[in-house]
């Protein structure tokens, strides 16, 4: 079986995890095969995923992928906002509760009809139980924009730009960035003037379009679940400045649905644990801390790598 190995990548960043996810998902989808395509990642410190079981062109496969999203957007929650100057639309996870209800009542409705891939976003992006201090919906901890940014606007910004070339160099090459504004999910656009030597508001944002589409693509293997009126996301841990995601990097090929077991691993230095690990092929765990503005933007810290 051919192996494609993406130099582009590391799945040591949370990006390029979420990114590898979310390609498992586009391949498994477009294949219509999810059982034939597997993924892993090079244990050789360049923690470069690999995939198995896909013979097309994968960069075209991304594309191809972006451009039908256009036509059939199940992730699209859309909804009225007052504001001082009026009425304004907005594309975003923190909406009044009663318009969340209406989106989960839609997906509930979609995947009655077998379109199960909208009801696998509604439960990534919230519940119907947590709210905010402003009482609207509190959605997933990885809801990193704030202020004027919407996260499905941006969103929707990042999937119209994606290209077959540019995929290309996202994935094989690396260093694809371009202007253009972002999920913040890349430490390296972590915008904290503290840490920076000018302001950053000069300097603007850039963006892995294809990158970040895919990592979008991947989040519905992180479903969010409601603790009492809290809400907790798959693979992060903590609250406020304890916060953090932590994952796995595993060297043996596995498919869609045993990744999503490992996902659901605990991660502790007990023995039991360090052995389940390793008779699962998982070579390396990975954390990353969830840093959050003031402002309440958020943005991932370096992530650290261990055995």
Same mark, same amino acid.
Request: charged fraction near 20%.
């Given at each position: 079986?051919?192996r494609?190995i993406?130099?582009?990548?590391?799945?040591?960043?949370?990006l390029?995890?979420?990114?590898?996810l979310?390609?498992?998902?586009?391949?498994?989808?477009?294949?219509?095969?999810?059982?034939?395509?597997?993924?892993?990642?090079?244990?050789?410190?360049?923690?470069s995923?690999?995939?198995?079981?896909?013979?097309?062109n994968?960069?075209?496969?991304?594309?191809e992928?972006?451009?039908l999203? &256009?036509?059939?957007? @199940?992730w699209?929650?859309?909804?009225?906002?007052?504001? $001082? +100057?009026? #009425? /304004?639309?907005? =594309?975003?996870?923190?909406?009044?509760?009663?318009?969340?209800?209406?989106?989960?009542?839609?997906?509930?409705?979609?995947?009655?009809?077998g379109?199960?891939?909208?009801? &696998?976003?509604?439960? @990534?992006?919230?519940t119907?139980?947590?709210?905010?201090? $402003? +009482?609207n #919906? /509190?959605?997933? =901890?990885?809801?990193?924009?704030?202020?004027?940014?919407?996260?499905?606007?941006?969103?929707?910004?990042?999937r119209?730009?994606?290209?077959a070339?540019?995929a290309?160099?996202?994935l094989?090459?690396?260093?694809?960035?371009?202007?253009?504004?972002?999920?913040?999910w890349?430490?390296?656009?972590?915008?904290?003037?503290?840490?920076?030597?000018n302001?950053?508001?000069?300097?603007?944002?850039?963006?892995?379009?294809?990158?970040?589409?895919?990592?979008?693509?991947?989040?519905?293997?992180?479903?969010?679940?409601?603790?009492?009126?809290r809400?907790i996301?798959?693979?992060?841990?903590?609250?406020?400045d304890?916060?953090?995601?932590?994952?796995?990097?595993?060297?043996?090929?596995?498919?869609l649905?045993?990744?999503?077991?490992?996902?659901?691993?605990?991660?502790?230095?007990?023995?039991?644990?360090?052995?389940?690990?390793?008779?699962?092929?998982?070579f390396?765990?990975?954390?990353?801390?969830?840093?959050?503005?003031?402002?309440?933007f958020?943005?991932?810290?370096?992530?650290?790598?261990?055995?």
């Amino acid at each position: 079986m051919s192996r494609v190995i993406l130099r582009g990548m590391s799945g040591a960043n949370p990006l390029g995890f979420m990114g590898t996810l979310g390609l498992v998902r586009v391949l498994s989808q477009l294949s219509q095969q999810s059982n034939t395509i597997r993924v892993g990642f090079l244990a050789d410190g360049t923690f470069s995923p690999f995939f198995e079981g896909f013979d097309g062109n994968i960069a075209a496969a991304v594309a191809e992928d972006a451009a039908l999203s &256009a036509e059939d957007r @199940s992730w699209w929650l859309e909804y009225e906002k007052q504001e $001082k +100057k009026g #009425t /304004k639309i907005v =594309a975003d996870l923190k909406a009044p509760p009663e318009e969340f209800a209406k989106y989960l009542t839609n997906c509930i409705h979609l995947w009655c009809q077998g379109k199960d891939d909208a009801a &696998a976003y509604a439960a @990534s992006f919230g519940t119907d139980v947590a709210v905010d201090g $402003k +009482k609207n #919906t /509190k959605p997933t =901890a990885f809801h990193f924009t704030a202020a004027n940014q919407q996260f499905l606007g941006t969103v929707e910004t990042i999937r119209a730009s994606v290209s077959a070339d540019w995929a290309a160099c996202s994935l094989f090459e690396g260093h694809a960035a371009r202007p253009g504004s972002n999920l913040r999910w890349d430490p390296a656009a972590e915008r904290n003037w503290a840490l920076m030597a000018n302001n950053p508001i000069d300097e603007g944002t850039s963006v892995d379009a294809p990158l970040e589409w895919l990592a979008f693509r991947g989040l519905p293997l992180f479903p969010s679940f409601p603790r009492g009126t809290r809400i907790i996301t798959t693979a992060v841990s903590g609250r406020g400045d304890e916060m953090k995601m932590t994952w796995p990097l595993w060297s043996v090929p596995v498919t869609l649905h045993t990744l999503r077991s490992l996902l659901q691993m605990r991660f502790s230095e007990a023995a039991n644990e360090r052995e389940e690990r390793a008779m699962r092929g998982i070579f390396a765990v990975c954390s990353s801390s969830i840093r959050r503005t003031s402002q309440g933007f958020g943005n991932f810290g370096p992530a650290a790598v261990t055995s």
